[in-house]
């Protein structure tokens, strides 16, 4: 039983318990925020070379079909409500692809966007859908091996108990479809190293922003 009065208690208990703040895309826990593992995995992308209005509309569009599909899986959709431009990927999710997944559930318990941290790495990460044997993650993009194949290790980490099949299932606008096994053992590794740099950097970052603050007063 607590001993702090009531105030306290709850303020105690707010402080330590971990938090994702999806508009800001932050994870928090006993009040420090953790890198998420796309942070630290950003070196790998190359989407600095994409014009910035045309990264917008492709990161809009990404994070509605998400949505679209989270919300198709809780059976809460209202499909007359999707945009247009996400009919042709809705309509291959849900008539080839998600059949086909729902027979793998084993009767188990499905978690779908479930955010999950590691308190000793202090990293955090939300996979889109985890079976019992199996983790997705669904991409409106191309396969990037050397990207998912890493961020599906981690989240597969995260889940921890066992080790699942790993899939990526990219979508085009036009319907088409990939499914991907996105495995490779050097995968944690190369995790570690890059988590071990962005760190390094962080800190590096931090150092000078002191010196600054010093020679400033």
């Known amino acids: 039983m607590c001993k702090l009065s009531e105030i306290r208690c709850s303020a105690w208990k707010e402080f330590y318990k971990f938090s994702f703040d999806k508009k800001k895309h932050e994870y928090w826990l006993e009040g420090e925020r953790l890198l998420s593992i796309t942070e630290v995995l950003a070196p790998l992308n190359s989407y600095h070379k994409i014009p910035q209005d045309v990264l917008n509309h492709k990161t809009e569009l ?9 919300l198709y899986i809780k059976d809460n959709l209202m499909e007359d409500s999707i945009d247009e431009r996400l009919l042709a990927p809705f309509l291959a999710f849900k008539e080839r692809v998600w059949p086909l997944i729902y027979s793998k559930r084993e ?42 194949v890493i961020q599906l290790a981690m989240y597969d980490k995260l889940a921890g108990v ?12 036009d319907g088409s479809y990939r499914q991907h096994r996105a495995e490779n053992r050097q995968a944690v590794p190369m995790f570690m190293m890059m988590l071990k740099h962005r760190r390094e950097a962080d800190i590096y970052r931090q150092s000078l922003e002191d010196w600054k603050k010093l020679l400033k007063e």
């Not at 990404?62 to 989270?70: A, L, M, S, V």
């Open 62 to 70: 990404g994070t509605e079909f998400h949505h679209i599909i989270h």
């Open 107 to 148: 009767g188990g318990r499905a978690l779908v966007e479930q955010p999950m941290y590691d308190k000793k790495l202090k990293v955090a990460g939300t996979a889109d859908l985890i079976l019992p044997h199996d983790i997705y993650e669904w991409k409106l993009r191309p396969y990037m091996p050397f990207v998912d």
């Open 162 to 173: 066992r080790k699942r099949r790993r899939w990526v299932i990219s979508f085009g606008l």
